[in-house]
């Protein structure tokens, strides 16, 4: 990604919270926020659900969730992914056999593109992965992450927050949500057959090959892998049968990057996703009024969603990544990543030493003296916990 490509243009309005919130594991201080936008989507939070107690919920999910996938020395889903992975060399495919053996795990849908493109190095290969629970519905959360690496000719650059830790959280959640997923999915085909599959929401997860520049961000040098499938999927038919495209299938775009340091900050960048971040300033809100999160607050005031006007209109830039080819489509993004940049930002020091767990993992306090300390249940794992009380309980 690169900085400042556009200018800020600050925008006044309100919406009312749409979704309960989204899950704080993808945020690194809690595991909240992005899970409850996700069960709003797919419907396992019912309206008259939000008068559900926090205390509640994480009790939920501490009974359903295992979260050390995401431990930084010994993590099975985010050590792995701590290695060079620049295009092309053998880390590079090692990562991708990783991912996609996770998937196939899991028995999502698979779809790959792959192309070759020009670049200052010379043609290079490139591989899109793109998963999917349940091929059938029309309409898609898409959550996002780049699982490449920058190169360097004479240094080794990890990119541990560029973007292993966001590759890891994906993967986490597929896994911990897919239980839940295929009930909620048994339910939908029982009840309403093949028809009701095709209305339901679905998750798919994009993991972008070629973010990264390899000499110096442009146009043409960077962002390989969203640019080349935003062109594509903009044409292709959803499947044989819909009459949408597959970019028109998409809710919402949801791009992680950077994250993993200490106290990042997020802002709301679109206005076309400004209804989704107001949900995640609004949860935050809740959990410092009732002091279950842990956190440098003064007088209890939103120090992580702190700014609700959103930057630019829906075609402006403030950040390049690999959204910019969907904004540009017309796609709602959402767009978490820390601004300002963390310090380690392309350089070698973005390594597992730069890393700090208990922000990746998340921390709660309860009023009662009870701490559930480093609690990760990144998207999918507090989705499951959720999904699995409100279909059995």
């Not at 969603?305 to 959402?334: G, Q, S």
Request: net charge negative; with cysteine; aromatic share 12%.
């Amino acid at each position: 990604m690169e900085r400042h490509r556009g200018q800020f243009e600050s925008k006044t309005g309100f919406l009312k919270k749409i979704f309960f919130g989204i899950s704080f594991s993808i945020l690194g201080i809690g595991s909240i926020f992005l899970v409850m936008l996700l069960l709003k989507f797919l419907g396992f939070i019912s309206s008259d659900s939000d008068n559900l107690t926090t205390e509640n919920y994480v009790e939920v999910i501490s009974k359903n969730s295992m979260n050390s996938n995401l431990n930084i020395v010994n993590g099975n889903l985010l050590t792995p992914l701590l290695v060079e992975r620049v295009v092309g060399t053998e880390s590079h495919k090692k990562v991708q056999e990783f991912i996609v053996n996770h998937f196939k795990n899991l028995q999502w849908e698979m779809e790959t593109d792959t192309f070759e493109d020009e670049t200052p190095l010379g043609k290079k290969t490139f591989t899109n992965y793109i998963f999917t629970k349940n091929p059938l519905s029309e309409k898609r959360i898409v959550l996002a992450a780049h699982y490449d690496s920058k190169y360097f000719e004479n240094e080794i650059f990890i990119g541990a927050t560029d973007s292993a830790v966001p590759c890891a959280i994906l993967m986490d959640i597929a896994e911990s949500l897919n239980s839940a997923l295929d009930n909620k999915l048994k339910i939908i085909e029982a009840e309403e057959g093949k028809e009701g599959l095709k209305r339901s929401t679905t998750i798919q997860m994009i993991f972008f090959d070629g973010e990264e520049a390899f000499e110096n961000w442009t146009s043409t040098d960077s962002i390989y892998g969203a640019r080349h499938l935003a062109d594509k999927w903009e044409k292709e038919p959803l499947n044989n049968q819909s009459t949408i495209t597959k970019l028109q299938s998409i809710n919402v775009f949801v791009l992680l990057d950077l994250l993993g340091t200490k106290n990042p900050t997020f802002n709301n960048y679109y206005k076309s996703s400004e209804k989704y971040f107001k949900s995640l300033s609004a949860i935050e809100t809740m959990l410092l009024n009732k002091n279950l999160l842990k956190a440098n607050s003064i007088n209890n005031k939103n120090i992580f969603f702190y700014n609700n006007e959103a930057m630019t209109d829906t075609t402006k830039l403030f950040i390049d990544d690999d959204h910019k080819p969907f904004l540009r489509k017309n796609v709602p993004v959402l767009h978490i990543i820390p601004y300002p940049f963390p310090n380690i930002w392309h350089t070698v020091s973005d390594n597992a030493d730069a890393l700090d767990e208990n922000t990746i993992k998340g921390e709660y306090d309860f009023n009662g003296g009870v701490g559930l300390k480093e609690i990760f249940i990144s998207f999918i794992r507090i989705c499951s916990g959720w999904g699995i009380f409100f279909i059995f309980n």
